[in-house]
């Protein structure tokens, strides 16, 4: 059974540090991009971040850019959002997805994660 599970979210102050990690189980993560995405109570779905399936290739969204970091281990069949200077507008629901491009459009996604909670708070 193919599935993501997103892990690594909770409660941290303003310009704190949580890394935020998506196992993989049921298939070969090396065949798939994946694409950080978040929402934010009464908010639309977001992309954050998106890395190719060798890793060669990343983007950021404007907002994030310079504070969070996403790679990947192949091996390990996870792949990681490194996000540093958090800010109180950072506080979402944090879902990692799998697809066939590396792409900020949700709709090029195959397979989602039921998500992490991470509230940036003082």
């Known amino acids: 059974q193919l599935q993501l599970v997103e892990s690594g979210g909770g409660l941290v102050q303003p310009g704190g540090s949580l890394r935020l990690s998506c196992a993989a189980s049921?298939?070969?993560?090396?065949?798939?991009?994946i694409g950080w995405f978040r929402q934010a109570p009464g908010k639309e779905r977001e992309g954050v971040s998106c890395?190719?399936?060798?890793?060669?290739?990343?983007n950021y969204a404007d907002s994030v850019k310079g504070r969070f970091t996403i790679s990947r281990d192949n091996a390990k069949k996870t792949v990681y959002l490194q996000m540093n200077s958090l800010k109180p507008e950072d506080t979402a629901i944090y879902y990692c997805?799998?697809?066939?491009?590396?792409?900020?459009?949700?709709?090029?996604?195959?397979?989602w994660g039921q998500g992490t909670q991470v509230t940036v708070s003082s």
């Open positions: 997805a799998a697809g066939r491009i590396a792409t900020m459009t949700s709709a090029f996604y195959d397979y």
């Open positions: 049921g298939f070969t993560l090396d065949y798939y991009a």
């Open positions: 890395i190719s399936s060798s890793g060669g290739s990343t």
